[in-house]
């Protein structure tokens, strides 16, 4: 069973930084991509970075890059996102995703989803 587990989350000044991490259990495909996601009210949910297990290809939203770094450590199946340089509009809670393949931009092609964090970041 694949259970995806978010921490890190919380509340920051705008400038400031934080360290989101996903622990991934009985999900370990060497093809395989991780991403994170965010989501507001009344909004979709918005791809904002993603990593490739073999080889560690990443990609990131164009809202951002420079800002934020996706890695991951494989012997730890986890997945981590440093978020630096906040802004008010990256208030979100933000969500681990996983599947089997390349990555992919589009959240309805990922099969596996953690419970979510929440990020706030106050002008």
């Known amino acids: 069973q694949v259970q995806l587990v978010e921490s890190g989350g919380g509340s920051v000044q705008a400038g400031g930084s934080l360290r989101l991490s996903c622990a991934a259990s009985g999900f370990t495909y060497s093809s395989s991509c991780m991403g994170w996601f965010r989501q507001v009210p009344g909004k979709e949910r918005e791809g904002v970075a993603t990593?490739?297990?073999?080889?560690?290809?990443?990609g990131y939203a164009d809202s951002v890059k420079g800002r934020f770094t996706i890695s991951q450590d494989n012997a730890k199946n986890t997945v981590y996102l440093q978020m630096n340089s906040l802004k008010p509009e990256d208030t979100a809670m933000y969500y681990c995703?996983?599947?089997?393949?390349?990555?992919?931009?589009?959240?309805?092609?990922?099969?596996?989803w953690g419970q979510g964090t929440q990020v706030t970041v106050s002008s």
């Open positions: 995703a996983a599947r089997r393949g390349t990555c992919a931009r589009s959240s309805s092609l990922y099969n596996y």
């Open positions: 990593i490739y297990r073999n080889g560690g290809s990443t």
